[in-house]
């Protein structure tokens, strides 16, 4: 692809330093459409980024954007803090009868504020005030969001000393697999538990991903998670999951830990909830947590109403059939996994392995440098992908699950030159 250097100069002049996916992809971006993007000068990319994972369902989908219409025409709430509006028990409603009744999962629902951060920040602020204590566990590799609570329980070094401050009452164990097998799970968290004089104070809570996407595609087993969650019942902590870019549906089925078996005591849920990309977050928990006063964690946009609109209509569209969309979710990953093991087996000299589950994979190369060079040049042809891992080494796929196959195979095959031209 011929790309002509595109004016970036109010943003090269005005914006902060502190921008990042631009510097990759430096474009223009102007309009989107399921799963491509073209910039100003007409030139068309496959997108395997999906907003970061908050656009499972493609750009400007077609289905929401006409519920989004509808409700702006008739002059639908836009800003409603926390009050009662239609749009808010429209999304209730469907989320209730479409996603937990059928899942049996008991969940109170709460609108912390629009970004994921948000929900990461009261779901450890709800856990201190039920159990009465500070320490949160969280786990290698970890990533929960930016602001200053989340980050404590965020394992990168790079985000963490951007905090500015001590980062405190967070303690890091071991994810499945860190030590690559050599200890049984656990051994070393129960140990702290039970010896008073390990330094470890008890904990509220343990926070969790099920997949690690932002610290480099790290899939967490089943089992372990299991064993995870009796650890946390044993210990009188609360289990949080973190299923802001691994829930709805990212994994195969609407909630990542559903495979394991476990009821999370705290559910974080943000990005692709609002089925539109719009800023929506929701923290859940067990009806016997729910012991905040009246305001006592609030925030001016908690009640985003477009985004109730886009994501009961996202429900109603999408899983409201059962497992149809779980089923077409793993079918693409089954894709996308052949795919790799020919990538791999064409490069092994280069790639340490590769990981995921459903629509979210990962390439880690022993070059850590590599997965950019990767990037770059999978630009270069048209197709946008981000790098993970704590220090960028792993390529990451994303792509909206709405994806057909083959825009699939096409993103797929462009990513196998760019990893050939890279070599």
Not at 240 to 266: H, K, L, N, W, Y
Not at 287 to 305: A, I, K, S, Y
Request: charged share 25%; aromatic share 8%.
């Amino acid at each position: 692809m011929t790309i002509t250097q595109p004016d970036l100069s109010v943003f090269e002049t005005l914006e902060s330093e502190v921008r990042s996916y631009c510097r990759g992809w430096p474009t223009v971006f102007d309009r989107a459409q399921g799963s491509r993007m073209f910039d100003e000068d007409g030139h068309e990319y496959l997108d395997f980024f999906a907003g970061a994972g908050s656009l499972n369902y493609g750009h400007n989908n077609p289905v929401l954007k006409r519920a989004l219409i509808d409700y702006l025409e008739r002059d639908g709430v836009v800003h409603g803090l926390d009050m009662s509006t239609s749009a808010k028990r429209a999304f209730l409603e469907a989320f209730q009868n479409i996603i937990l009744r059928p899942r049996d999962l008991p969940y109170k629902v709460m609108f912390p504020g629009p970004t994921g951060t948000n929900a990461v920040e009261s779901a450890l602020k709800l856990a201190r005030k039920v159990k009465g204590r500070e320490s949160i566990v969280s786990f290698t590799n970890a990533f929960h969001g930016m602001s200053l609570g989340s980050l404590a329980v965020t394992g990168n070094a790079f985000k963490r000393a951007g905090a500015g401050i001590p980062l405190v009452h967070g303690t890091p164990m071991p994810f499945d697999n860190y030590l690559d097998g050599q200890t049984p799970d656990f051994i070393w968290f129960e140990r702290l538990l039970q010896d008073q004089g390990s330094g470890l104070n008890q904990p509220a809570a343990v926070i969790v991903e099920t997949v690690q996407g932002e610290g480099g595609i790290n899939v967490a087993r089943a089992e372990w998670l299991r064993k995870l969650a009796d650890v946390c019942e044993r210990w009188d902590m609360l289990l949080i999951v973190d299923d802001i870019q691994m829930g709805c549906g990212r994994t195969g089925a609407f909630f990542s830990f559903e495979e394991a078996g476990i009821t999370p005591d705290i559910v974080t849920v943000s990005k692709s909830i609002s089925g539109y990309g719009m800023p929506m977050s929701l923290c859940l928990f067990k009806p016997e947590l729910d012991v905040w006063e009246p305001g006592e964690h609030n925030g001016t946009f908690r009640g985003n109403n477009p985004a109730f609109v886009t994501a009961a209509a996202a429900l109603e569209t999408y899983w409201s059939d059962g497992s149809a969309m779980e089923k077409q979710t793993r079918a693409r990953g089954e894709q996308v996994e052949q795919a790799l093991t020919a990538i791999v087996d064409e490069n092994r000299a280069e790639i340490k392995e590769f990981r995921g589950r459903g629509l979210v994979w990962g390439i880690e190369f022993l070059d850590k440098d590599r997965a950019s060079a990767v990037a770059k040049r999978a630009f270069e042809l048209g197709l946008l992908i981000e790098t993970s891992g704590p220090e960028g080494e792993v390529v990451k796929l994303l792509p909206a699950l709405t994806i057909t196959p083959d825009e699939l195979d096409e993103g797929l095959r462009t990513l196998a030159r760019a990893v050939r031209e890279t070599a």
